[in-house]
Nanobody, 123 residues
Framework: QVQVVESGGGLVQAGGSLRLSCTAS????????MGWFRQAPGKEREGVSC????????YYEDSVKGRFTISRDNAKNTLYLQMNSLKPEDTAIYYC????????????????WGQGTQVTVSS
């Protein structure tokens, strides 16, 4: 049974930082591309950042470029999202996803999903 679990969310002031983590079990982690998505209240879910199987290729949505960094440790079956210079508009539930498809131009949104972790940025 595949399990994807996010952690690291919380409340932070604007300009602050958070690091999200995601562990995946029940699958061969290194064989899957991974991604972070978010959904704010009243908005559609969007792909924030994705990374290929080896970690050599990444994608970032325009609004987070230069502020967020995605990385993975295949030996630890863990995905990370370092979020710096956070803004109130980054407030959302952040979801981790494992997928067998990677595009360098957008996040592919079919795969195994976690339950999400809340990130709240106060102004």
């Amino acid at each position: 049974q595949v399990q994807v679990v996010e952690s690291g969310g919380g409340l932070v002031q604007a300009g602050g930082s958070l690091r999200l983590s995601c562990t995946a079990s029940g699958l061969t982690f290194a064989a899957y591309a991974m991604g972070w998505f978010r959904q704010a209240p009243g908005k559609e879910r969007e792909g924030v950042s994705c990374i290929n199987r080896s970690g050599a290729v990444t994608y970032y949505e325009d609004s987070v470029k230069g502020r967020f960094t995605i990385s993975r440790d295949n030996a630890k079956n863990t995905l990370y999202l370092q979020m710096n210079s956070l803004k109130p508009e980054d407030t959302a539930i952040y979801y981790c996803m494992a997928t067998n498809t990677f595009y360098s131009t957008r996040c592919y949104d079919q795969g195994y999903w976690g339950q999400g972790t809340q990130v709240t940025v106060s102004s």
